[in-house]
C-alpha cells in the first residue's frame, strides 16, 4: 500500500493506494467515520461491477446504506441529476454527522462532491474513484461541480473529501477506451511537471508493460497533484497548470454537446493544439509538439478535431470559468515538464487557437 497526506492550512486527509482495497472499503472507512448511514453514489456502468461488493463490505462493519445508481456519462452531471440526488438523501433522512460515499468516475465523483458540498451545507463525503481519470486527477484536489448548457463545471466549489481509497486492480474491467482517456490526463503531468514520467510514457510498448507500471504512474500523477493542490488550494496560481490543454478541451467538449469526445480526448487534443502553436510562436522548443502527437497515436487519443471556424472555439472559450475579467488565463509549453501561466484578452487569444 502507498499512501499520500494532502496537507492544508484547514483541511488534511489521506490518498490510500491499493490493489484490492475496493473489497475492504467498509473497513477502510470504519477508522475515519463514527457514525451508522452513509449513503453510496454510483453510476450503472460501476455498479455491476462494485456496487454491490462495496454496500456488502459497508454492510458487514454495520453501516446502514443507500445506494443510489444513476446513468452513466457527462451528461448526468446537471442540475436535473442533483436534484434528483437531493431529494433521495433527504428522503433517506441524511444529516451533516453522515457521510456520501462516491465511487465512480469523475462524473459521479464531481455530482456527489457537489451535492455533499452543498446540502444541509456540508456532508462529509469520500472518494473511491474507479477510472484512471478520476483516480489521478478529480478526486484529488477538492474541486467539485456540475455543468449547464453554457459550458463545463460552472457551478462548483472547492470541498475536500475525508479520504479517497483507490484500487488500481479496478482498471482492468474498463474498457481500452476509458483507460486511454485516464493517459490524457497523466501524459499532461509529464508535460507540465515531469520530463521523466512523459519519458516513460514513450519507452511504455504495450498494455502488458503499462499495467506493470500502473500503480507507479498513479503514485506519480497524484504526488504531483499534491505539490500543486497544497501550494495553490483554491486556483489562483500555480494550480492553474494543471489545466494545460483544458482550456481547448472543454470548448470540444461544449461543441460535442458532451457526447462526441471524451473529456481525456478532448485535453490530448488540446494539448497537441496548444503545443504546435507554441512552436510556431518560437515559445516552445522545437519536436515538443510532435513526441507529443506521437504518444497520443500510440495510445490511440486522438490529436486533431474539426471545427466550421476558428470562432466556434473561441466562442466556447469565451464562458470558460479561467477567464478573470477581460482576461483568461492560459497554460503555454516551452519544453516537455515546463509550462507557463501566460494571461491574454479576448482578442489576443486568436493568437494562440
Request: net charge negative; with cysteine.
Amino acid at each position: 500500500m502507498r499512501n499520500l497526506q494532502i496537507n492544508l492550512l484547514n483541511n488534511q486527509y489521506e490518498i490510500l493506494i491499493k490493489s484490492g482495497i475496493i473489497n475492504s472499503i467498509g473497513e477502510e472507512i470504519s477508522k475515519i467515520y463514527e457514525g451508522n448511514e452513509i449513503a453510496l453514489i454510483t453510476d450503472e456502468n460501476v455498479d455491476k461491477f462494485y456496487g454491490d461488493i462495496v454496500k456488502k463490505s459497508l454492510e458487514d462493519n454495520d453501516f446502514k446504506v443507500l445506494k443510489v445508481v444513476l446513468k452513466p456519462g457527462e451528461r448526468s452531471k446537471s442540475i436535473e441529476s442533483l436534484m434528483k440526488l437531493y431529494n433521495e438523501l433527504l428522503d433517506f433522512k441524511l444529516n451533516r454527522g453522515n457521510l456520501i460515499i462516491a465511487l465512480g468516475g469523475g462524473v459521479i465523483g464531481d455530482l456527489a462532491g457537489f451535492c455533499a458540498a452543498t446540502l444541509l451545507r456540508g456532508i462529509p463525503f469520500v472518494q473511491v474513484p474507479t477510472s484512471l481519470l478520476a483516480q489521478i486527477d478529480s478526486s484529488i484536489g477538492g474541486k467539485v461541480a456540475i455543468d449547464l448548457p453554457s459550458g463545463k463545471n460552472l457551478i462548483g466549489n472547492f470541498y475536500h473529501p475525508r479520504a479517497v481509497y483507490i484500487d488500481p486492480q479496478v482498471l482492468k474491467t474498463l474498457e481500452k477506451r476509458y483507460v486511454n482517456d485516464g493517459l490524457g490526463e497523466a501524459i499532461k503531468y509529464g508535460l507540465i511537471k515531469d520530463k521523466e514520467l512523459f519519458e516513460k510514457f514513450e519507452s511504455i510498448e504495450s498494455y502488458e508493460v503499462l499495467f506493470e507500471y500502473i500503480e507507479d504512474i498513479i503514485y506519480k500523477c497524484c504526488s504531483i497533484k499534491k505539490q500543486v493542490v497544497e501550494q495553490d488550494e483554491k486556483d489562483k496560481g500555480e494550480r492553474m497548470i494543471l489545466n494545460f490543454g483544458h482550456t481547448i478541451g472543454h470548448a470540444i467538449e461544449k461543441l460535442e454537446n458532451y457526447k462526441g469526445v471524451s473529456h481525456g480526448e478532448a485535453v490530448a487534443i488540446g494539448m497537441y493544439s496548444i503545443a504546435l502553436r507554441c512552436e510556431e510562436l518560437n515559445i516552445c522548443k522545437d519536436g515538443v509538439a510532435n513526441r507529443i502527437k506521437s504518444l497520443l497515436y500510440k495510445f490511440n487519443l486522438p490529436y486533431d478535431f474539426q471545427v466550421k471556424t476558428r470562432e466556434d472555439i473561441i466562442d466556447a472559450i469565451s464562458v470558460d470559468k479561467k477567464t478573470i475579467g477581460d482576461f483568461i488565463n492560459l497554460i503555454l509549453i516551452e519544453d516537455i515538464g515546463k509550462v507557463f501561466i501566460h494571461k491574454v484578452t479576448h482578442e489576443e487569444l486568436e493568437k494562440f487557437i
